[in-house]
C-alpha cells in the first residue's frame, strides 16, 4: 500500500473552500469514478472519497485543504504520477477559487482560452495522440528539402 499526503494553505475563508471542495468532488466523481461523500462540520468539513483501489479524505478548512489518500497495490505503481495529478488539480481550483466568483453576465464576456493554453487543456482533457497510420503533417525541415527542390526545378 501507498500513502499520499498532500496540504495547501489558503485565503477562501470556509465558505470558498467549500466551493472549492465540492468542485474537486465533482471532478474526482466524474473523471475518475470515485464515490464522494461530503461531510459538513461547523469549523471544518471533510470530503470522504473512495473506488476500487483507492481511498482517503478531503479536510477542509477556513484556511488549508488536508489530502490523504491510501492506494491499494496496483495503484500504488502509478503513485507519483497519481500524487501529481492531485496536486495540479487542487492547485488549479485553488488558483480559480481565489479569485472572486463570477456574476452571470461576467461570465458571459468571459475571454476564450488563450491558444496557447490549449495544449495543456487537452492534455487535461484526455485527447490522445493521432494513430500510428494517421499521416503525419510535414515537418519544417521536410518543407524546407520540397522548397529547396521546387526551386532547382526538380
Known amino acids: 500500500m501507498a500513502d499520499i499526503h498532500i496540504e495547501r494553505q489558503h485565503t477562501l475563508g470556509l465558505a470558498g473552500a467549500r466551493r472549492v471542495a465540492r468542485e474537486w468532488a465533482s471532478q474526482a466523481e466524474a473523471e475518475f469514478g470515485m464515490d464522494c461523500r461530503y461531510e459538513r462540520g461547523r469549523g471544518a468539513d471533510r470530503v470522504h472519497f473512495s473506488r476500487l483501489g483507492a481511498s482517503g479524505t478531503l479536510d477542509v478548512g477556513p484556511d488549508r485543504f488536508e489530502v490523504t489518500a491510501r492506494l491499494g497495490l496496483l495503484l500504488g505503481l502509478l503513485r507519483g504520477r497519481i500524487e501529481t495529478e492531485i496536486v495540479s488539480r487542487l492547485d488549479a481550483l485553488l488558483n480559480d477559487g481565489a479569485a472572486e466568483p463570477r456574476s452571470p453576465a461576467k461570465q458571459a464576456r468571459a475571454p476564450a482560452t488563450a491558444p496557447a493554453a490549449g495544449k495543456a487543456a487537452a492534455a487535461r482533457s484526455g485527447a490522445r495522440k493521432a494513430p500510428p497510420d494517421a499521416k503525419a503533417p510535414v515537418t519544417a525541415k521536410a518543407a ?11
Not at 524546407?144 to 526538380?154: H, L, N, P
Open 144 to 154: 524546407a528539402r520540397g522548397s529547396a527542390r521546387a526551386r532547382a526545378g526538380r
